[in-house]
């Protein structure tokens, strides 16, 4: 803890960084994000295994934006984030230092995009036994009853946008569901408003999306949107390689025509 | 002068099948996954039990996540409106807490301000409230601090404190009596029933009074704005599940020959809730944002409407994804000095 600290208060110091995004002490006994601007709050930093948010989702934030440059502790959902940020370009070299505490208590900077490709593992196990159990489930039902199971999970949709809010690569300045002239997606949290946000977000987060499941922890009815992504993640890997999140220059299936690209998805 | 009864838990069954047959239809908290919500309830056992307190708030009873208000079509003599059509029944909400009973009188204040909100007013008269006081309460529970409390019987019909396994029934309006009088048999005399002794504890979380006198003149510090919201997203859910937000946008769903002019519910938290015509933003950034929302409850509802805009369920603050704790951040600002 010290070692982040420390680390977090020389870059305050030095105005090598304006701003340390990492974890702070929260509510009922949780953590939450905070954003130390005063080199003598540092000690307000923690770093445990209540620190589940993906806190690249400020990277983008116009309010965080400006306050300079930023220092953010890097979990690993936190560094693929970073890469699929910059492979879209919405964050350049040296944009961002990362700050990865260790586990002998002192903590690795990462001053470069290289650098933090040079840290970041593919992710593995990202989803809990239970969620795996609930995706082998949903993979069991025919096609209409896999239909009906995300429309009923749909129907609890609040249009709250949470998981949009806070998802790191959902960042465009204007969204879809905010376009009114066309109205691509209705407004009204009814059953077609809810299937056609979140069949846009899915779609749009395809290839693309680092499996944070921050939308499935951000959701207050409990949606598994994850799952949902998930399923697409693996989906586009089949099809097309590559996996989101592991490098900063890689193009991804979205933005990406090659002739040699399968087309066995169209069925 | 609340007249006390007392009722066995036991009789809750026959209680409901007495208000059924009476006409009334009984929305209730029920689980639905991890989450729970008010939903058409047959008997208790469908009740969610053990609850500190619902996911979402009852107030979608009365104000609908979206309705429709009217449609309109192209006829032969022009646009043709169709008013939608009144369709609520009698509905008891039981179950309730007392902060969401006492919620419904910020709603009343909006909806019956300047106009009367005929849509609202007609779900709203046809509403009675059950509520069930609290025992138990977790660490965002603020009831307390905003003129409320675990027992309160303020904007409840009939009042139930658990008591061993009696309820104690607090008959607190002539709705009350009528709900009471339904089913009178199940009531027996209330004498040695010992209501402060089942209710949970609340600890104050900041003072009312001092909050009032300091907020209005808070407008113009933005560094108090700004370290509260930075980590604030800018999504809806602290707005969605609260029982006092009333906020809404009204949209035409429509094709060119006719469609519907739809409310639904809308959220002060999102960059486009008050983005002009013209481009301009008058709450442009977060901090903004987050200010409008803790004054527009504690400043200007009780300075305009003689109302407090917050009932201190805690439902906004469990239900943030970045956990800003709503009285946490007022009692910084009660106890920041003018």
């Known amino acids: ?267 | 002068m609340i007249e006390q009864k007392r009722m066995s838990t036991t009789s809750l069954e026959a209680l409901f099948q007495r208000y059924k047959t009476a006409g009334w239809w009984i929305l209730a908290p029920r689980a639905e996954g991890d989450i729970t919500t008010f939903g058409e309830v047959d008997s208790p056992g469908d009740v969610a039990a053990g609850l500190i307190q619902t996911t979402l708030s009852p107030k979608s009873a009365v104000l609908p996540i979206w309705e429709e208000l009217f449609r309109f079509r192209r006829g032969e003599s022009g646009i043709e409106v169709v008013e939608a059509a009144e369709s609520s029944v009698p509905t008891i909400i039981f179950g309730l807490r007392p902060c969401d009973a006492r919620a419904f009188a910020a709603l009343d204040a909006v909806f019956t301000w300047d106009s009367q909100d005929e849509p609202y007013l007609a779900r709203r008269n046809k509403v009675a409230f059950v509520s069930i006081a609290c025992n138990q309460a977790d660490d965002y529970c603020f009831c307390t601090s905003t003129g409320g409390g675990p027992g309160d019987t303020a904007g409840s019909d009939l009042l139930l404190t658990g008591v061993g396994d009696e309820y104690l029934v607090e008959v607190v309006t002539e709705r009350g009596v009528e709900l009471a009088g339904i089913a009178g048999e199940l009531f027996g005399p209330a004498e040695g029933m010992d209501k402060a002794a089942h209710l949970a504890s609340v600890p104050v979380r900041f003072d009312l009074d001092r909050l009032r006198q300091v907020l209005p003149k808070t407008f113009d510090r933005e560094e108090l704005w700004i370290d509260q919201s930075l980590r604030c997203l800018g999504c809806g859910a602290c707005a969605y599940v609260c029982p006092t937000c009333v906020c809404f946008d009204i949209q035409d769903e429509a094709t060119r020959h006719g469609g519907a002019r739809v409310r639904c519910w809308d959220s002060c938290g999102f960059s486009l809730f008050t983005l002009h015509t013209s481009g301009h933003n008058p709450r442009e950034v977060q901090s903004h944002r987050w200010r409008q929302r803790v004054m527009h409850k504690f400043a200007y509802m009780p300075e305009r409407l003689q109302v407090l805009g917050c009932v201190g369920c805690g439902r906004c603050s469990r239900a943030c994804p970045v956990d800003m704790n709503l009285a946490e951040h007022l009692a910084v600002i009660a106890e920041s000095g003018e």
Not at chain 1, 64 to 81: E, M, Y
Not at chain 1, 174 to 188: A, G, K, L, S, Y
């Open chain 1, 1 to 267: 803890m010290t070692g982040l600290q420390d680390a977090a208060r020389d870059l305050l110091q030095s105005g090598e960084a304006a701003v340390v995004i990492g974890f702070g002490g929260g509510s009922a006994g949780g953590a939450r994000p905070l954003m130390v601007r005063d080199p003598t709050s540092v000690g307000d930093l923690i770093f445990d295994d209540r620190c589940v948010h993906n806190l690249a989702v400020y990277l983008l934030k116009p309010e965080v934006k400006s306050l300079g440059k930023p220092a953010i502790v890097g979990t690993q959902a936190v560094l693929r984030s970073i890469l699929q940020l910059a492979s879209e370009q919405q964050v350049k070299d040296r944009d961002v230092i990362a700050l990865i505490p260790e586990a002998d208590g002192g903590v690795r900077r990462l001053e470069t995009l290289g650098e933090i490709e040079g840290a970041v593992s593919k992710p593995d196990a990202v989803l809990s036994p239970e969620e795996q159990n609930c995706l082998d489930e949903i993979a069991s039902l025919s096609r209409e009853e896999r239909w009906r199971f995300w429309q009923e999970e749909f129907s609890r949709c609040l249009k709250c946008y949470a998981c949009r809010a806070a998802c790191p690569m959902c960042y465009c300045s204007q969204c879809i569901v905010e376009v009114n002239q066309p109205q691509w997606i209705p407004v009204p949290a009814h059953p077609l408003g809810n299937m056609g946000w979140h069949l846009v977000r899915a779609m749009h987060l395809a290839g693309r999306c680092v499996n944070c499941g921050e939308c499935a922890r951000a959701c207050p009815v409990d949606i598994p949107l994850n799952l949902l992504n998930q399923v697409i993640e693996k989906e586009v890997a089949e099809q097309f390689g590559g996996k989101a999140g592991l490098s900063a220059t890689a193009s991804y299936a979205l933005s990406t025509f090659t002739t040699d690209d399968k087309d066995t998805f169209i069925r």
